[in-house]
């Protein structure tokens, strides 16, 4: 007994060992969300993107919209048009796309799930006629990332407020990027 209870605080000392030289979990960062109003035809639940004003807005209501500080696409990287979103993921890996590894030699293939990811809380898959723009709608392990030009074309949400839009988006909801 004595035995096993010894073992069990040396693999308790182990775990703890191992978790302490990770670096320290990354912020979720502040709300940047507000209540405004939005003239708008599109119905409830639509998300319209506003480059120039990098914002984001959840249509809730006839009038009215959520705000969302974003970052959008650095020069070459914008674009426009109208998606939808075509799956949602908490904590998801990130596989930066080809295009992107050819740029930046030094990425890697795929970063795991978890708090650590580039990708954030949550992301938000964007598909045109069914195929996957390989853009997202996601978070950001560093809160003072957001409201630039600074993506690679993916729109990037504190993970406070991408986890409050994951929440309130559905699954094929239309997004109209301006």
């Known amino acids: ?16 060992s191992a978790l302490a030289d990770r ?9 940047l969300r507000k209540t405004v109003a939005f003239e708008t035809a599109e119905q409830p639940g639509t998300i ?7 914002a984001l807005y959840l249509v809730t209501r006839q009038g009215q919209a959520l705000r969302y500080q974003i970052s959008v696409g650095r020069d070459g990287f914008g674009w426009t048009g109208v ?7 908490e904590w998801p890996e990130w596989r ?3 295009e992107m590894r050819a740029r930046q ?7 795991p799930a978890g708090p650590y990811n580039p990708l954030g809380a949550r992301a938000l898959y964007l598909l045109r006629d069914g195929r996957d723009t390989l853009y997202r709608i996601h978070g950001t392990n560093d809160p003072s990332g957001v409201g630039f030009d600074g993506t690679s074309g ?12 994951f929440k309130r988006v559905a699954i094929g909801a239309k997004v109209v990027v301006q």
């Open 1 to 16: 007994m004595a035995m096993a209870l010894a073992m069990s605080v040396q693999d308790f000392a182990s775990a703890r």
């Open 23 to 31: 670096p320290p979990l990354p912020a979720m960062g502040p709300s």
């Open 48 to 54: 319209v993107i506003r480059k120039g004003e990098k």
């Open 83 to 89: 998606v939808k979103v075509g799956a949602k993921t």
């Open 96 to 98: 930066p796309p080809r």
């Open 105 to 111: 030699p030094d990425l890697p293939q795929m970063v």
């Open 154 to 165: 993916c729109f990037r949400l504190t993970n406070t407020d991408v986890i409050d839009l």
